[in-house]
Nanobody, 115 residues
Framework: QVQLVESGGGLVQAGGSLRLSCAAS????????MSWFRQAPGKDREFVAT????????YYADAVKGRFTISRDNVKNTVYLQMNSLKPEDTAVYYC????????WGQGIQVTVSS
């Protein structure tokens, strides 16, 4: 069991940057593969980025490649999503996800990018 709490969202102008944090409690995040998803109003939840547990490989949705970076700080037991060169179409609620044999979700955090 792991509890996930996102922070770091907010309002930013196009071209700006934000760093989302996903703080875990209950278990170390090294137990899990970690991902970020997002959901815009009226849209399905979509994959954004993954950091694998074994191998430390990263995967990104085409829409965010070259702009977003997922990383993990094992000392702080926190996963990050660094978002650069933000676009209005990045506006969504962002969710942290952890996976072992089950899936765990954070509560979601709003990111709004103005034109």
């Amino acid at each position: 069991q792991v509890q996930l709490v996102e922070s770091g969202g907010g309002l930013v102008q196009a071209g700006g940057s934000l760093r989302l944090s996903c703080a875990a409690s209950g278990r170390t995040l090294t137990t899990y593969a970690m991902s970020w998803f997002r959901q815009a109003p009226g849209k399905d939840r979509e994959f954004v980025a993954t950091l694998t547990r074994i191998g430390g490989m990263t995967y990104y949705a085409d829409a965010v490649k070259g702009r977003f970076t997922i990383s993990r700080d094992n000392v702080k037991n926190t996963v990050y999503l660094q978002m650069n060169s933000l676009k209005p179409e990045d506006t969504a609620v962002y969710y942290c996800n952890a996976w072992d044999s089950q899936t765990y979700w954070g509560q979601g955090i709003q990111v709004t990018v103005s034109s």
